[in-house]
């Protein structure tokens, strides 16, 4: 079993940054592909970053190419999600997740955070 715990979250300006993480415990990560995914009030959970399990593979959604980063240290059982230039739009709660297989759909993850809330103002 992984447990997940996410941190970071907070009320924010648009235009501001901020960088949330993610810490596991119970097993390494460092086999598994990591994903963040975000849920609007009243909308589907959707996929924001993932990793490969090595570090060497990144891929984002359209809405966050070019402005959020995801990365990760083995060493320390972490992931980070580095959010530059937030906008309204990115309002969300934001999960971690583990996955063997990963990739850009939540049924590929196996084991999830309870989440961390982002809040963006105009």
């Known amino acids: 079993q992984v447990q997940l715990a996410e941190s970071g979250g907070g009320l924010v300006q648009a235009g501001d940054s901020l960088r949330l993480s993610c810490a596991a415990s119970?097993?390494?990560?460092?086999?598994?592909?990591m994903g963040w995914f975000r849920q609007a009030p009243g909308k589907e959970r959707e996929f924001v970053a993932a990793i490969s399990w090595r570090g060497g593979t990144t891929y984002n959604s359209d809405s966050t190419k070019g402005r959020h980063t995801i990365s990760r240290d083995n060493a320390k059982n972490t992931v980070y999600l580095q959010m530059n230039s937030l906008k309204p739009e990115d309002t969300a709660v934001y999960y971690c997740?583990?996955?063997?297989?990963?990739?850009?759909?939540?049924?590929?993850?196996?084991?999830w955070g309870q989440g961390t809330q982002v809040t963006v103002s105009s």
């Open positions: 997740s583990a996955g063997s297989r990963g990739g850009t759909r939540d049924y590929e993850y196996d084991y």
């Open positions: 119970g097993r390494t990560l460092s086999r598994y592909t």
